[in-house]
C-alpha cells in the first residue's frame, strides 16, 4: 500500500545537505567562497578611504560589505 503524497511533511535536509546544495548554487553562479583574515591597518584603510564607517569597524558583516565595495570599485 503506497502513502498518499498530500499527507506526507516534506523532507528536511541535513545540515551537510544544506551546506552542499548552496555550494554548488554558487559555483554554478561563477562564485568561491573564501574565509580571509584582515589586519586591523586593514580595516583601518577600508574606513579612512570611505568605505566603512568608523563607527561599523567591529561588525564582520559591514567590513565584508566594505571589502565587497572595495573590490568592485578597484577591479572595474
Keep these: 500500500m ?3 503524497p498530500s499527507n506526507t511533511a516534506p523532507a528536511t535536509r541535513s545540515a551537510a545537505a ?3 546544495r ?3 548554487e554558487r ?3 561563477g562564485l568561491c567562497c573564501l574565509t580571509i ?3 586591523e591597518t586593514e580595516i583601518d584603510a577600508l574606513a579612512r578611504n570611505g568605505f566603512l564607517k568608523p563607527d ?3 561588525d ?3 567590513i565584508q560589505m566594505a571589502l565587497y565595495e572595495f573590490l568592485e570599485h578597484a577591479l572595474s
Design 56 to 58: 561599523t569597524r567591529n
Design 27 to 29: 559555483r554554478r553562479d
Design 22 to 24: 548552496r555550494h554548488r
Design 60 to 62: 564582520p558583516y559591514m
Design 37 to 39: 583574515e584582515l589586519r
Design 2 to 4: 503506497t502513502e498518499n
Design 18 to 20: 544544506e551546506r552542499m
